[in-house]
């Protein structure tokens, strides 16, 4: 099993940051594949950003440029740095793992709610 915790989530305005971490813990030695998904109010669960094991990322159009993931394999925790926030990106983030990608399951966290007001 596999647990996930959350943090960083809050109040920001619109051009500001904030920066989520995800710390995993539990019976595994590595993580083939970490990120962030959202929720935003009403809508379906969105990918945000992915990374590798070995460093490569992948993110959603709507966020190039402005968010960055990354992760330290040692502390097993993934990061997302987001900057120039808008109102748009209020949502619910949850960090997803597959430590066996792809042949294992997937694991989520329980959500932390990033809210940009305008």
């Known amino acids: 099993q596999v647990q996930l915790v959350e943090s960083g989530g809050g109040l920001v305005q619109a051009g500001g940051s904030l920066r989520l971490s995800c710390a995993a813990s539990g019976t595994i030695l590595s993580i083939n594949l970490m990120g962030w998904y959202r929720q935003p109010p009403g809508k379906q669960r969105e990918l945000v950003a992915i990374?590798?094991?070995?460093?490569?990322?992948n993110y959603a159009d709507s966020v190039k440029g402005r968010f960055t993931v990354s992760r330290d394999n040692a502390k097993k925790t993934v990061y997302l740095q987001m900057k120039s926030l808008k109102p748009d990106d209020t949502a619910v983030y949850h960090c997803?793992?597959?430590?066996?990608?792809?042949?294992?399951?997937?694991?989520w966290g329980q959500g932390t709610q990033v809210t940009v007001s305008s």
């Open positions: 997803y793992v597959n430590p066996a990608y792809p042949y294992g399951p997937d694991y």
């Open positions: 990374i590798t094991s070995g460093g490569s990322a």
